[in-house]
Nanobody
C-alpha cells in the first residue's frame, strides 16, 4: 500500500498560481505512476494529469493543458502540481493518486488516494 498526503491548497484569485505537493510513504514510490484528480461539490471526480514512474510520459486533461504542470522527485517521494492561470472552474478538492501499473494513462488504474486539499479560485 501507498499512503499519500497532499498540501498546498488555498484561496487564490483568478489568474493566480498555486503549487500542490504530495508526499508518499508505505512502499516503494518510484515504481508507481502518479497523478492528480479533482472533485467539485456535486460533480464526479475528474482526472487532471498523470505521470509515469520514470517521468517521461505525461498526460494532461484538455481543461488544464498549458496551465498546469506535474513533476515528481522519486528520491524525495514527492509529486507536485504547479497550477498557473487559475480559473474559478478550477475550484475543487484536489487529490493525489497512485497507479501501480506505472503508466499513469487510465484513470481506472489509480488505486491509492490522499485525503485531498482544497483549492478555491475567486473571481
Amino acid at each position: 500500500q501507498v499512503q499519500l498526503v497532499e498540501s498546498g491548497g488555498g484561496l487564490v484569485q483568478a489568474g493566480g498560481s498555486l503549487r500542490l505537493s504530495c508526499v508518499a510513504s508505505g512502499r516503494t514510490f518510484s515504481i508507481y505512476a502518479m497523478g492528480w484528480f479533482r472533485q467539485a461539490p456535486g460533480k464526479e471526480r475528474e482526472f487532471v494529469v498523470g505521470i509515469s514512474w520514470g517521468g517521461d510520459s505525461i498526460y494532461y486533461a484538455d481543461s488544464v493543458k498549458g496551465r498546469f504542470t506535474i513533476s515528481r522527485d522519486n528520491a524525495k517521494k514527492l509529486v507536485y502540481l504547479q497550477m498557473n492561470s487559475l480559473k474559478p472552474e478550477d475550484t475543487a478538492v484536489y487529490y493525489c493518486a497512485a497507479d501501480p501499473t506505472g503508466r499513469g494513462v487510465s484513470s481506472r488504474d489509480f488505486r491509492s488516494w490522499g485525503q485531498g486539499t482544497q483549492v478555491t479560485v475567486s473571481s
